[in-house]
């Protein structure tokens, strides 16, 4: 079974800093998504960035990037430049395309930008 | 914009109590979801739904029943709540057809079981 672990309960850097969330899974699989959500105090889990596992460019969205490492089944996630606005939970998840479209989730990380 | 609103942010419920918690989207997905966020464990799944009257367990289904009798609208129903049951409760939904579409989440509703 799939399985993905976030090793950081929480983690907190000053503004402006740049922070890395790591995220390891573990799969038998050949091709498959990764994804990044976060989710804002009282506020709605959103989408932060998605990687193709056979798609050897790390994905990047603004000040959001990954580093993917396939044969580590590693998949950080960078924040540049970190405003108070990233301060939340984020979740890594992994997704099996045969799957059904269900996500395997990890514990998450609660990240804290301090001013 | 993609939308999904859930019926209530907060409930409180009593032993015992028949539960209904609803959730409807506004962008003709097919594929809906609801999970359970408890700290330290993540996401899980209770179930999904992948078209009208059509349901698959999740990884946590017992306790839990759904019903989806409008392609918007996906309820999550506590037979008998129970003080294990007090949790937070995401629903989501997304597309069918490509795998990796991203799945818009609703703003949640704590529920407390007394």
């Known amino acids: 079974a799939q399985t993905v672990t976030q090793s950081q309960p929480e983690m907190s850097v000053q503004e402006a800093e740049t922070v890395t969330l790591s995220c390891t899974y573990d799969?038998?699989?050949?091709?498959?998504?990764l994804f990044w959500y976060k989710q804002p105090p009282s506020r709605q889990m959103i989408l932060v960035i998605r990687?193709?596992?056979?798609k050897q460019q790390n994905a990047t969205e603004n000040r959001f990037s990954v580093n993917f490492q396939k044969a580590a089944k590693s998949f950080s996630l960078k924040i540049s430049d970190s405003q108070l606005g990233d301060t939340a939970m984020y979740f890594c998840a992994f997704m099996n395309p045969d799957s059904n479209y269900q996500l395997i989730w990890g514990a998450g990380t609660k990240l804290i930008i301090k001013p | 914009d993609v939308k999904v609103t859930q019926s209530s942010r907060y409930l409180v419920k009593r032993t015992g109590e028949k539960v209904f918690l609803e959730c409807v989207q506004d962008m003709d997905h097919e594929n809906m979801f609801w999970y359970r966020q408890d700290p330290g464990l993540g996401l899980r799944l209770i179930y999904f739904?992948?078209?009208?009257?059509?349901?698959e367990k999740g990884d946590i289904p017992e306790g839990y029943s759904v019903s989806r009798e409008k392609k918007e609208r996906f309820s999550l129903i506590l037979e008998s709540a129970s003080t294990n049951q007090t949790s937070m409760y995401l629903c989501a939904s997304s597309l069918a057809g490509a795998a990796g579409e991203t799945q818009y989440f609703g703003p949640g509703t704590r529920l407390l079981v007394l």
């Open positions: 739904s992948y078209d009208v009257k059509m349901k």
């Open positions: 990687q193709e596992a056979y």
């Open positions: 799969t038998s699989e050949n091709n498959y998504y």
